[in-house]
T-cell receptor
Framework: AQSVTQPDIHITVSEGASLELRCNYSYGATPYLFWYVQSPGQGLQLLLKYFSGDTLVQGIKGFEAEFKRSQSSFNLRKPSVHWSDAAEYFCAVGAQRSSNYKLTFGKGTLLTVNP | SAVISQKPSRDICQRGTSLTIQCQVDSQVTMMFWYRQQPGQSLTLIATANQGSEATYESGFVIDKFPISRPNLTFSTLTVSNMSPEDSSIYLC???????????FGSGTQLSVL
């Protein structure tokens, strides 16, 4: 069975600082990997996804993530955080079959941005 | 991308009552999904709702507790029946995007059961 671990429940960074949110997954084959963001009172918005190919993927809002098979990780990064990035971030894994939309989500990392 | 409208956005309900959550999509979609997000927990898939067939429930979820309707390709409802405080969660509707594995989410329904 697939699983996702986000080791950090809550992270606080200063505006302008760099950010890295950790995600480790467990899956028997090459997975689909996703990062979603949830702002207060909002649904989840897809930031970026990895299906295959280049292991460094670019997303919206200046985010990027790197797939490292050897470490079973898919960490999310941003070089300079903005106050509007304060939200909860979810990593998710899915099976690499185009008809399979069952995603397994991590418990999320809450990001606080200090001015 | 799909625009998903979900209502109510929040509700406070009494134990033993039922609440029906509506999900409207701005385009026709084959697969719709209902997720639950319990406080401090990750999202958990409740069921997959395909138009014209019965919903497929995940382990731990049953139709009597979470009946789902899918009358057409743009609309679905989830009912939380005979509610208890343990049902207090955010319930999210989502639809599948093209290209495999990508989901679009509604803004969720924050349910509190007293």
């Amino acid at each position: 069975a697939q699983s996702v671990t986000q080791p950090d429940i809550h992270i606080t960074v200063s505006e302008g600082a760099s950010l890295e949110l950790r995600c480790n997954y467990s899956y028997g084959a090459t997975p689909y990997l996703f990062w979603y963001v949830q702002s207060p009172g909002q649904g989840l918005q897809l930031l970026l996804k990895y299906f295959s190919g280049d292991t460094l993927v670019q997303g919206i809002k200046g985010f990027e993530a790197e797939f490292k098979r050897s470490q079973s990780s898919f960490n999310l990064r941003k070089p300079s955080v903005h106050w509007s990035d304060a939200a909860e971030y979810f990593c998710a894994v899915g099976a690499q079959r185009s008809s399979n939309y069952k995603l397994t989500f991590g418990k999320g990392t809450l990001l606080t941005v200090n001015p | 991308s799909a625009v998903i409208s979900q209502k109510p956005s929040r509700d406070i309900c009494q134990r033993g009552t039922s609440l029906t959550i509506q999900c409207q999509v701005d385009s026709q979609v084959t697969m719709m999904f209902w997720y639950r997000q319990q406080p401090g927990q990750s999202l958990t898939l409740i069921a997959t709702a395909n138009q014209g067939s019965e919903a497929t429930y995940e382990s731990g979820f049953v139709i009597d507790k979470f009946p789902i309707s899918r009358p057409n390709l743009t609309f679905s409802t989830l009912t939380v029946s005979n509610m208890s405080p343990e049902d207090s969660s955010i319930y999210l509707c989502s639809v599948a995007g093209q290209g495999g594995g990508k989901l679009f989410f509604g803004s969720g329904t924050q349910l509190s059961v007293l």
